[in-house]
């Protein structure tokens, strides 16, 4: 029989930097770009029979900006991976796009190629504070690429929002949601994070711990633990009553909306990544592309591999817990003994106690699951599932 597979599709270029983001993206002229194109075609015609036992039931195009590419290239994209993966003819197809870069020609060839799902990044409708984190974007841009997506016909888009940006307030954040979920089609899905100050950013440096406080530094401040907290809530709040389930600690959808490539990997099911940088996992071994750019285009087309490593089991038990913890459905006791051979209540019982005891965390219907307070504080929760 064969197995379910995800296919993940980078594309790490992007018009250029946002001042937050430590993706693996940069702007590159259009010769980059096309020598990409080639590699990661070969790359994917490579690594096919690898795949020869998996039928795909999803992709995800992602990146970077993977509407940076013309027509042409977007097309070629998805005849590669139709000519040497079994596709399935319901699989759900999904492609990251931003404002700006979305041209009509572009949303016809993917409506051609069978892509059925596209993921737009907003992060909000202020222009000020779009500003402030250095999107290449405005909301009117947003609006325009959102109509020109309904108009092409597709149905189950996605809309990318960050709260804590610097300066937004409770109200603004407010604002992003409210007139997110007024939009016409109303999205049927929508990603909600706040914002995470990484390394290597040009914000680690403003907001970082050696910044001095953004007080000091003369920037625009980040919203206090509080209001970040708050804002969390109003996701909730604001989202449920517009018809909107969490579905993951920073995911919301419509009914029978969630994206299923996102489920894929917090269930840990196998995928296969091509591109820079780009992580794959069968049958518990996970090894991912060399992220440089100059190697991943000279290596030969086999060869892109940086790093190889077999799960060990308590590994993969973690995973199934911190992976599965962040659903809102929480993970499977029954499911767990069948993978593991041993009861969940063995490995996890004191930490599954202490933490059901403190109401973060319950039992349901053969499940385990964080409690809405759970949430609130689940960085914690999660890193104590780990045993090693
Ligand atoms: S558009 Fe997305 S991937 Fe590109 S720089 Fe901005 S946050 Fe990073």
Known sequence: M????????????????CLYCDFLSMPAP???????????????AAEAARYRAYRVGTVFVGGGTPSVLSAAQLAGIFSCLRAHYAVEADAEITIEMNPGTVTEEKLAVCREAGVNRISLGLQSVDNRELRRIGRAHTWEDFLEAYRMCAAAGFANLNVDLISALPGQTRESWRRTLQTTVSLRPIPAHISAYSLIIEEDTPFYALYGPDSG???AAGVCPLPDEDTDRDMYADTGRILAA???????????ALPGRACRHNCMYWERGDYAGFGLGAASMTDNRRWSNVRDM??????????????MHSLSLSEQMEETMFLGLRMTRGVSRERFAHIFDRDMDTVYGPVLERYAAMGMLESYGGHVRLTDRGIDVSNRILADFLLT
Do not use: Q, W
């Open 294 to 307: 100059a190697a991943y285009l000279s290596l030969p087309a086999d060869r892109k591999k940086a790093e």
């Open 213 to 215: 406080g953004s007080a």
């Open 242 to 252: 517009a018809g909107y389930g969490r579905y993951e600690i920073s995911n919301y």
């Open 2 to 17: 064969m197995k379910p597979l995800g296919i993940y599709i980078h594309i790490p270029f992007c018009v250029r930097k």
């Open 30 to 44: 259009e010769t980059v770009r096309a020598r990409y194109m080639e590699a990661l075609g070969e790359e994917m």
